[in-house]
């Protein structure tokens, strides 16, 4: 599972009609280990920039992270 930190976030309030039952959300840009970006939507805890998260769904789209202890 990939691993890194955030480097930007929101809380998407209005969502497009895909995800508009699961408004809001939060979204984030994380800098990976390597240090490439993605953009990946944030599960459980509502996380900070600085926080280092993990990846729990790699196979969702798009990939979903939480914030680690």
């Known amino acids: 599972m990939r691993s890194g930190v955030v480097y930007t976030e929101t809380v998407v309030h209005l969502a497009p009609p ?3 039952a699961d408004a809001p959300y939060q979204v984030a840009i994380v800098t990976l280990e390597d240090g490439s970006r993605l953009t990946a939507r944030i599960g459980g805890e509502r996380v900070v920039i600085g ?8 196979a969702a789209d798009p990939p979903q992270f939480h914030k680690t202890l």
């Open 18 to 20: 895909a995800f508009a």
């Open 51 to 58: 926080d280092r998260v993990i990846e729990t769904e790699p």
